[in-house]
Every structure is written in structure tokens, then in C-alpha cells.
């Protein structure tokens, strides 16, 4: 069983980012295997239920935070107790799934003080920084930092392009076979 990879971002902070971030992860891991709002819940679908579904199956979830993710000093949406954006963190805390921040625009993780209570534990996450002139290298870091993290389950899907060009060897023996194409990511080349 493969694992199940939930987007959590906040569409006037970081939608296209989450767009490019979605696209590269379903191609590594399958669609399946992603989830993000706009491309798995149907018209006339309950949004809340069918999120609280996904993330009761998702094993790793992945906050995209750029400038505007708290919102507006003066009406920070990140402190409503019904922001979806906060929900579905808090419940992948409580849940101790793993919990990836992927910092765009050149932030970075927030602060203790700079979250409510129950979201302090982000903090403490080690974050990925995803620039546009680094996009490739920096994915591939993400997605080795998750395969190192979940083992067996995080392998490519069969269409992946390290299964295509015929490179992946089972975990985890030789895991830098997994790189399809040379890269910085990459310490064997």
C-alpha cells in the first residue's frame, strides 16, 4: 500500500505553487496518492466531510506557507477556530502524522508566538524552502526526505519517471538509483 499525501495551502498565498507541488508529487507517487482540494472534490460534494476524509487516510501533510498564509495583521484568518487552512494542521498534529512545512516566497516557518496554541508544534517542523529557480531540485528533496521518512510505502508509482526509464531499485537497497536525470539533489554524481 502506497502512502496517501495531503496539500494544505491557502489559494491567495499559494495556489499556483501548490498547483506545480501537486503535479510533481502525483507524478512520483501517482494521483492517487495526492490530494489537493480542486482536483478531488466533486461538485456538489460536502467539502468539509470529503477533507476530514482525506485526512483521516493521509499519512504526510504538506503546508504550503508564503506571505499572506497567516492573513492580514488585522484579521489574521490563521486565528479563526474555523479556518480550514488551521483544521486540517491541527488535525494532522493530533493525528502525529508527518507534517512538512514548504515555506515559498522566501519565508519561513512561523514562530511559536506566531500561532495559535494549538497549531505551536509547526514550529517546530523543519521546513522546506521551494524557490522557482531551484522548483526541480528542491521537489526531489522533498520527495527523498519522505521516502527516508515512511520507508517501503513512499516508492514511485509505476508511471513515475524513475520506474519508466527503469532506475528504481526496491527499497532500500542503492535509494540514490531513484534520481531519473542528473541533479544538485543527487551526491552520487
Known sequence: ???????????????????RLYDRLAQWFGPASVFMDVDDIDYGTDFAE??????????????????????PEDARRIEQPNDFVR??????????????????????VPS?????P???????????KLEHATFDADVEDLIRSI?????????PSLGSPAVVAGV??????LPWLSCSR????????
Open 182 to 189: 542528473p541533479s544538485p539533489c543527487c551526491s552520487h554524481r
Open 50 to 71: 470529503r477533507i476530514d476524509k482525506a485526512m483521516s487516510t493521509a499519512d504526510v501533510l504538506i503546508v504550503l506557507i508564503g506571505p499572506r498564509w497567516a492573513g
Open 87 to 108: 483544521l486540517e494542521i491541527e488535525s494532522a498534529l493530533e493525528r502525529n502524522m508527518l507534517v512538512i512545512p514548504v515555506l515559498i516566497g522566501g519565508v519561513s
Open 112 to 116: 511559536e508566538d506566531e500561532l495559535p
Open 168 to 173: 528504481w531499485v526496491s527499497w532500500p537497497s
Open 118 to 128: 494549538s497549531l505551536a508544534p509547526l514550529s517546530r517542523r523543519h521546513g522546506l
Open 1 to 19: 500500500m502506497g502512502i496517501r499525501i495531503f496539500l494544505n495551502y491557502r489559494r491567495e498565498d499559494a495556489e499556483f505553487a501548490a498547483g
Open 147 to 155: 521516502r527516508r521518512t515512511l520507508g517501503p510505502r513512499a516508492a
